[in-house]
């Protein structure tokens, strides 16, 4: 399956964005999906994932209540709505498919990445 995210951008603190992954490729119900932040010199960290049939999700602690994932299986597209957002969100987050019915929070259950999209929160 082949990621395309979007919805990036420059936000100040407080602000908030809504990210898009769309897919293409194979059957993107069969997949569940991840969202993974890379901020400058530091290691790619879980932020979210939803799983295939959008009956679970799970958050990182510290987006809980703040960031929400979504999927809509029929238009091949994932999202995460970033509400509250703060400096230290500030990161290249990526999206991520798993081929299996439950997310996971490690990137290397992962099978497919898209480019990422950066975010950027000013304080």
């Known amino acids: 399956v082949h990621l395309v995210e979007s919805g990036g951008g420059l936000v100040q603190a407080g602000g908030s964005l809504r990210l898009s992954c769309a897919a293409s490729g194979s059957t993107f119900s069969a997949y569940a999906m991840g969202w993974f932040r890379q901020a400058p010199g530091k290691e790619r960290k879980f932020v979210a994932a939803i799983s295939r049939n959008a009956g679970l999700t799970y958050y990182t602690d510290s987006v809980k209540g703040r960031f929400t994932i979504s999927r809509d299986n029929s238009k091949n597209v994932v999202f995460l709505q970033m509400n509250s957002l703060k400096p230290e969100d500030t990161a290249v987050y990526y999206c991520?498919?798993?081929?299996?019915?439950?997310?996971?929070?490690?990137?290397?259950?992962?099978?497919?990445w898209g480019q990422g999209t950066q975010v950027t929160v000013s304080s």
């Open positions: 991520a498919a798993r081929n299996h019915r439950y997310y996971s929070t490690s990137s290397s259950d992962y099978d497919h």
